[in-house]
C-alpha cells in the first residue's frame, strides 16, 4: 500500500549561519514541488548545519525533491548531504496523543 504521510529529513554538514540563508527565495522556489505540505526549517545549534524536516504526500514526490531541489544545492555550496525518509502513516496513532502537529488529536 502507497504511504499517503512521508516526512522527510535533511542536513547539510556545511557551516551556514542562518542569518546568511535567503530562505525567502528558497520558499518559493520550494513550493513548487508537487506533493510538499509544509517543511520546518532546521539550524543546529554550535555548527550552523542547515537543514528540513520535511511533510510530503508520497515517497515519489519527496524523492524528486531530493533529485530536484537537495541535491543540486549540496553540489552548489560543496556540502555533504544527510537525507531520511519516514513512514508517517504506520506512526500516525502513536503519534496523535502526543500533541504532534502533524497528527491533530481526532474529535470525539
Avoid: H, R
Amino acid at each position: 500500500m502507497p504511504v499517503s504521510k512521508v516526512f522527510l529529513y535533511a542536513e547539510y554538514q556545511v557551516s551556514i549561519p542562518f542569518s546568511q540563508i535567503d530562505w525567502k527565495s528558497a520558499n518559493v522556489e520550494m513550493k513548487k514541488f508537487p506533493g510538499l505540505k509544509s517543511k520546518t526549517w532546521l539550524s543546529a545549534l554550535n555548527t550552523n548545519t542547515v537543514g528540513g524536516f520535511y511533510e510530503f504526500d508520497s515517497v515519489e514526490n519527496a524523492q524528486n525533491y531530493i533529485d530536484g531541489i537537495l541535491i543540486p544545492f549540496a553540489k552548489q555550496v560543496n556540502g555533504n548531504l544527510t537525507v531520511k525518509l519516514f513512514d508517517g502513516d504506520i506512526t500516525k496513532e502513536a503519534s496523535t496523543g502526543m500533541s504532534s502537529p502533524f497528527y491533530p488529536a481526532e474529535s470525539k
